[in-house]
DNA sequence: AGCACGCCGACT
DNA sequence: GTCGGCGTGCTC
């Protein structure tokens, strides 16, 4: 206790103030008076959580720092309501990390800080039903039970390694302190083993692992191997689908120190881990370890500062890695290490492209492709469709007057989707989820002749059970996945063996086993071919190379015969270099390609981008604010010695979607060679931004991942 | 982002 | 005459 008092009367020039980051959108921290009564050196509550008054109401926020300066005048300046009694002290590294991120995401820290503590621990302690400290006992004792029934059941043991996956780790283990490993290896070739040992060698020096991953909800296999690994360790899991009860629970076990691995999505990148050693991140290049709620943040990029802010080694596997990853480890920032092996012993399945131009098809279905189901189903095995639209047919046509079920709030169509219980169709937007009875007749002329034109998933189940009667078909899309359980008993069926064919989305290529797959259909395998985004193609090979993979995982044998598994891809463009890398399974070649073509074309990872997206009611609002924006900002770089000369600025352009819900929406591309001058350059533009009188709401995005 | 204030349309 | 839509402005 010291006897540094806080003086509120208004005579002393100078007081000290607690900056706190507050859980709004906006720039900076906030500055907050202790209760006067309080004669507690304010530093002490640096890290604590508190309950501030914000507005009319009451906020959640973290204690950053002190100031004995502060700039708010002092009426301005109002008093804390609360500290939150048993909330883990957030250490400066975890402030460091967190005020790093604001800075580089141009975003409020409170923004970033709040929303990764679970909300049950987030109200104040009045209002919560249970008090954080009940909760972390509950927590540590469910931790001690699971461990105890854990260890009774028998530890598998540790598979062999092979010679590869024993290089690799010696490799890894080599290199004390900050090291990115990027681990490159086709699935199957024994990523996850590696991590487990890595997990097993920083665990046995007590330190925590985060493991990262892209979609645990969808992967409990991973989940499954890591306890079965672990049974004495405790595993904290963190992701959305957890109830906020569990959510807190294992939240403060990782905060508390008390988990050895914390297995989580990208939510938990920003987790309290106090003895963190060690990060690993799983499918670095998946999508989803990008955009959190509202704010846009890539996890693996912050996994990556918060493993360098700690010195410590950080692990990225994939099959396919993202260009910025593999970049960095053709310039020897990042350690590369190649896993060739298929440990499993199984063979990579056979490509196949399959050239649509001049084919009759029947339900969008190649004679080859037909075939080879028919074949498949024959043999007692497992077959795998893929198209990447949901709902019924994309589009509802008048034949006779050439209306479309164009949504009335979007600029996109509604799509016909089939209702899941009764018999009915309905027409939904998939932007602003607005739906609608399917017309009778044509709304313009009265004519009944309304055709559904192009097919989604719940047309290729429906047409494939016309074309195969004796095959078991199910379909799995987020339209199924979203109801609670259907897409667990869909998948536990298709293990079973009680599915013969599987429909479905890009869902399905996510982490799934089957034992017995012999077939993968890609029905249309151009969507990213001819892509106005320039990630298109990137993703198509690393979509492709997942589902291969679905299909490569085990052995299969019918009778005596091996069989190996087939992948089908349809395309109207089997000339194109992507399909040739495919078939080779050569992801370098690809990467080569790819690489040059970005370069040549200025594009990232040779180029670092922000994108400024505005959105309103009209386009003249919103093109109107980025014109503006353009010129502040050509002004900026034109000025006489400006450091932004090498800044690139292009037109506003309407979005992809311009109108969605009745709101127009366009963007503004900034680019620049330099991550440090972009950075610099964005934060006086947007200084000047936020003073500019507009109708529009805006947000800037740093590496956009879609243009 | 919330939340309050304020100004215009369709209803008990 | 009001209820409520959303446009606008503010938050230490």
């Known amino acids: 206790m010291s006897n540094f008092s ?132 509950k927590a540590a004792h469910g931790a001690q039970k699971g461990k105890a029934s854990a260890s009774r059941s028998a530890q598998s043991p540790n598979p062999e390694l092979t010679a590869d996956q024993t290089r690799v780790l010696q490799a890894i283990g080599s290199k004390s302190g900050f090291q990115t490993h990027l681990l490159f290896g086709v699935t199957g070739s024994g990523k996850t083993e590696l991590y487990l040992r890595l997990i097993a060698q920083q665990i046995a020096n007590g330190g925590q692992v985060l493991l990262l991953v892209p979609e645990i909800g969808l992967t409990p296999q991973l989940l499954k191997i890591v306890e079965s690994r672990f049974p004495e360790q405790t595993i904290a899991v963190l992701h959305s689908g957890l109830t906020e009860a569990k959510r807190a629970a294992a939240w403060l076990l990782a905060a508390d120190g008390l988990a050895d691995i914390v297995l989580g999505t990208r939510l938990a990148v920003l987790t309290p881990i106090p003895n963190l050693s060690a990060i690993v991140v799983d499918e670095e290049h998946d999508a989803s370890f990008r955009q959190m709620d509202n704010i846009h943040y890539s996890a693996r990029d912050l996994a990556i500062a918060r493993a360098s802010m700690l010195n410590i080694p950080i692990v990225l596997g994939s099959a396919t890695p993202s260009m910025e990853s593999w970049l960095a480890a053709q310039r020897g920032k990042y350690q590369l290490h190649r896993l060739a092996d298929r440990a499993t012993g199984s063979s990579l399945p056979e490509l196949c492209v399959i050239n649509l131009r001049n084919q009759t098809l029947d339900a969008g279905f190649s004679p080859t492709a037909i075939k080879a189901l028919s074949d498949n189903l024959q043999a007692g095995l497992q077959s795998l469709v893929f198209i990447n639209r949901r709902g019924y047919s994309p589009v509802l046509q008048c034949n006779a007057c050439g209306w479309v079920s164009q949504c009335d709030s979007c600029s996109a169509y509604r799509v016909l989707h089939r209702q899941n219980n009764q018999r009915g169709y309905r027409l939904i937007c998939h932007h602003c989820t607005s739906q609608r009875p399917v017309p009778k007749a044509c709304p313009d002329c009265g004519d009944v002749d309304l055709q559904p034109m192009g097919r989604g998933t719940q047309k290729v189940e429906e047409q494939l059970a016309t074309l195969l009667p004796t095959a078991r078909i199910a379909r799995l899309d987020r339209d199924v996945s979203n109801k609670t359980g259907q897409a667990e008993s869909i998948i536990s069926a298709a293990h079973a063996g009680d599915v013969d064919i599987l429909v479905g989305t890009q869902i399905l290529a996510k982490g799934h086993d089957f034992q017995r797959l012999g077939l993968v259909v890609v029905m249309d395998a151009d969507q990213g071919i001819f892509s106005s985004d320039f990630r298109a193609p990137e993703r198509l090979f690393a979509n492709l190379m997942q589902v291969a993979g679905r299909a490569g995982r085990a052995k299969i044998e019918t009778g005596t015969i091996e069989k190996k598994a087939q992948v089908l891809l349809q395309t109207r463009y089997p000339d194109h270099p992507i399909f040739a890398s495919l078939i080779a399974h050569d992801f370098e070649g690809f990467a080569a390609l790819t690489l040059a073509e970005r370069e040549q074309n200025e594009l990232p990872p040779y180029k670092f981008q922000a994108l400024l997206k505005a959105q309103a009611r009209s386009i003249e609002d919103v093109m109107g604010f980025l014109k503006t924006a353009q010129t502040i900002g050509q002004q900026l770089s034109e000025e006489q010695n400006s450091e932004f000369g090498e800044m690139r600025l292009y037109q506003p352009v309407p979005m992809p979607v311009a109108r969605v819900a009745n709101f127009d929406r366009a963007q503004l591309l900034i680019e620049c060679a330099s991550r440090k001058v972009l950075h610099a350059f964005l934060n006086i533009w947007l200084a000047q931004l936020r003073s500019t009188k507009t109708r529009a709401r805006w947000q800037l995005e740093v590496d956009p991942l879609e243009i």
């Open 6 to 137: 806080v003086d509120t009367s208004s005579t002393n020039p100078s007081e000290t103030v607690l900056l706190l980051a507050v859980d709004v959108p906006l720039p900076g921290l906030f500055e907050y008076r202790l209760p006067a009564d309080l004669k507690v050196d304010p530093k002490t509550f640096i890290g604590q959580m508190m309950i501030v008054p914000w507005g009319t109401g009451l906020r959640t926020a973290v204690v950053f720092d002190v100031t004995d300066t502060p700039n708010s005048a002092p009426e301005k300046i109002r008093t804390i309501k609360e500290l939150v009694p048993g909330a883990p002290v957030f250490s400066a590294h975890w402030r460091q990390m967190v005020e790093f991120a604001a800075s580089y995401y141009h975003c409020g820290p409170g923004e970033l800080a709040v929303p990764v503590i679970p909300k049950v621990m987030r109200r104040p302690p009045s209002t919560s039903r249970r008090s954080i400290e009940e909760r972390r006992a």
